[in-house]
């Protein structure tokens, strides 16, 4: 799902609950939770979980105008994109990063693909479903 092998075998695993969500905890940090996407249940990683993992793909970078919106909990708009991993198909979960810095500011569900939101002048380009800041953020700090 994230483009790496995960190796958590060695680590204290927790599985929880939060917002009608199922939460993976990885020596008691939210590291990844299920999302129900078109395709089902997914399992994907938090914020946390992409700062600890460090996934190179399924991602979208948006510019400096973009950040004090989505960690308000805004959707991600497609002008607010300039570079994302191409391969991402629609209905895909994703995670969105600042273009300067690489950080991730939150985790979203592609309305378009990949390429789409980069070319996208306005409009939604993600769903936003998880950012720093939120519950599940703050429930760990």
Known sequence: MIGKDIQISDEFLEKGNFDDRDILLVDRKI?????E??????????I????????????????HGAIPFLLNGADCMGAGI?????????????????????KP??????????????????????ETIHWI?????ELET
């Open 48 to 63: 946390r979980g992409i700062l600890h993992w460090l996934p190179e793909i399924k991602w979208a970078a948006v510019d």
């Open 82 to 102: 300039h570079l994302t991993d191409i391969s991402i198909k629609s209905g895909e979960l994703i995670w969105i990063k600042d273009e300067e810095h690489g």
């Open 105 to 126: 500011l939150a985790i979203g569900v592609a309305i378009v693909d990949g390429e789409e939101m980069i070319e996208m002048k306005k409009g939604k380009a993600a």
């Open 133 to 137: 800041g939120d519950e599940l953020w």
């Open 31 to 35: 590291l990844a939770f299920q999302v």
């Open 37 to 46: 996407t078109k395709n089902g249940k997914l399992w994907f990683p938090t």
